[in-house]
């Protein structure tokens, strides 16, 4: 059996969820099951909306849940913590099922103090030997990119918003 891949994208640069959903539609692409779970945010999307839709139509080969209330400021509360870690417990129960699992946003999480670095780890590292884990957002923890095997800091040389230029859906959500 083929050893799994942990891919990290962090930094503080456009481009960490949607190269994830890159990955997405690369495994489907293969056959592979794959299940994809955001964490923080709750907005509606361009992608939250595909990703829903998706799981409904190929259920037997991708799932989607999210597990979060939005923003979540300096001082989170209980709720912002116990959504979190429902997500990272529904990430264990998938995890035997699926080829690839995305874990949108964790790296947020981890870094508001809503999952404790340590538990995340020891999931990376106790996983089934053949799952490709992808964790993105920015501030992802050293323990987590010492672990992993790929890591993309993406990069802000410049971003639209800065410019003026309100989010735009199709591009930016
Ligand atoms: P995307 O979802 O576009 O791949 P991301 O996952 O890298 O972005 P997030 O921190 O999750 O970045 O933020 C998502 C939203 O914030 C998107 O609307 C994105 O355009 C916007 N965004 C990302 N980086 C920046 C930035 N450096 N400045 C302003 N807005 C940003
Ligand atoms: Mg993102």
């Known amino acids: 059996m083929v050893k799994g891949l942990?891919?990290?994208?962090?930094g503080p640069g456009k481009g960490k969820t949607t190269a994830a959903l890159g990955l997405v539609a690369r495994a489907l692409g293969h056959g592979q099951k794959v299940a994809f779970i955001q964490f923080i945010k709750?907005?509606?999307?361009?992608?939250?909306?595909f990703l829903a839709d998706l799981a409904k139509d190929r259920a037997e080969n991708f799932f989607f849940c999210r597990h979060g209330q939005g923003f979540v400021g300096r001082n989170p509360s209980q709720a912002d913590r116990e959504l979190a870690e429902e997500g990272l417990r529904q990430a264990e129960a998938l995890?035997?099922?699926?080829?690839l699992l995305v874990l949108d946003e964790i790296n947020v999480a981890l870094s508001l103090g809503l999952l404790d670095p340590a538990a995340v780890a020891s999931f990376i590292q106790n996983r089934p030997l053949a799952l490709n884990l992808v964790l993105t957002g920015r501030g992802c923890p050293a323990n987590i990119i010492d672990l992993a095997d790929t890591v993309t800091e993406m990069t802000d040389v410049k971003h639209a918003f800065r410019a003026?230029?309100?989010a735009r859906p199709g591009v930016d959500y």
């Open 164 to 166: 003026g230029i309100p």
């Open 95 to 99: 995890a035997a099922d699926y080829d």
């Open 42 to 49: 709750c907005q509606e999307t361009g992608e939250s909306q």
């Open 6 to 10: 942990t891919l990290v994208n962090t």
